[in-house]
């Protein structure tokens, strides 16, 4: 059995920016060209799969950012069956069908300024069961805030390279905060039954609470996306906000190679399991 090193990595929603320090420092960054920012994933759960689409803001400005609207968005299958999303509200784009295991997809955007995006192919990764969802109660000053944080079990599967991500839903309110979000790989657990209990939420749990997890499969390239924005973000702004060096994601623009994307697409299986604390 091992127990499972992770990374706390910054979540794919924008988050505003900290203002409680009582002297203001003034700090000259470049403002940048706005770009297109994508926010996407198919996934094997559910019926519906959604693609936001955005502008990036400066990096110090704060706000509501300007959704991409009007656009023509699609998917494209390695058996070349395209799948067209329909604008539900400014900057969200949906379509009607369940994402397959073992299907490949490559996401398609076409602005209303004639800018044509396309993201690498994306696999949809097997994901293994959660054998295992409980939670353990800790205490001062083993912790922060004493209280109750969730555990869980899994065997990985034996043979494959498999990377993970994990979501957390306190009654069914999803905790994406850079510390609550989390991946990794099993480079060194390969085909290992794996416990986690030394994850720490930036909330605690207390007794009544429902927890319910996401384990979701991702490919090598959106683990190494997301442990960059972290690495470029985590606290001072989210995915929306154009970081000093802005990280490149997967999606290319093929009409003006140097107006790229911001953003990632991908492509999710995912394991889900509840549990009450306290019962």
Not at 229 to 234: E, G, K, N, V, W
């Amino acid at each position: 059995m091992h127990t499972l090193k992770h990374y706390y990595l910054l979540g794919l929603l924008s988050c505003g920016l900290l203002a409680a320090c009582e002297d203001v420092i003034e700090v000259e960054a470049p403002k940048g060209e706005p770009r297109l920012v994508v926010d996407g994933w198919v996934y094997d759960d559910r019926d519906t799969q959604t693609i936001l689409l955005k502008n990036s803001a400066p990096y110090f400005d704060s706000g509501n950012l300007p959704p991409e609207t009007d656009a023509e968005v699609s998917i494209k299958t390695e058996t070349n069956e395209v799948v067209n999303y329909t604008e539900v509200e400014p900057g969200m784009y949906q379509a009607d069908f369940r994402g397959e295991v073992g299907q490949r997809y490559t996401l398609v955007v076409e602005t209303s300024e004639g800018q044509r995006y396309e993201s690498t192919s994306q696999t949809l990764f097997p994901v293994a069961p959660l054998d295992t969802v409980y939670t353990v109660f800790k205490e001062s000053p083993e912790v922060e805030d004493e209280g109750y944080y969730p555990a869980w079990e899994l065997t990985d599967p034996e043979g494959s390279e498999d990377y993970y991500r994990w979501k957390f839903y306190i009654n069914d309110t999803l905790h994406s905060d850079p510390a609550d979000i989390l991946v990794a790989s099993d480079e060194f657990v390969d085909g290992e039954q794996i416990t986690v209990t030394d994850f720490i939420l930036e909330r605690t749990l207390t007794s009544g609470d429902m927890l319910t997890m996401e384990q979701l499969s991702i490919s090598e390239e959106s683990q190494d996306f997301l442990t960059r924005i972290q690495q470029l973000t985590a606290g001072v702004g989210g995915l929306f906000d154009t970081p000093p060096d802005p990280v490149r994601g997967n999606i290319a623009n093929v009409t003006d190679e140097q107006n790229y994307a911001l953003g990632f697409f991908g492509a999710s299986s995912v394991a889900r399991d509840s549990v009450v604390v306290g019962e």
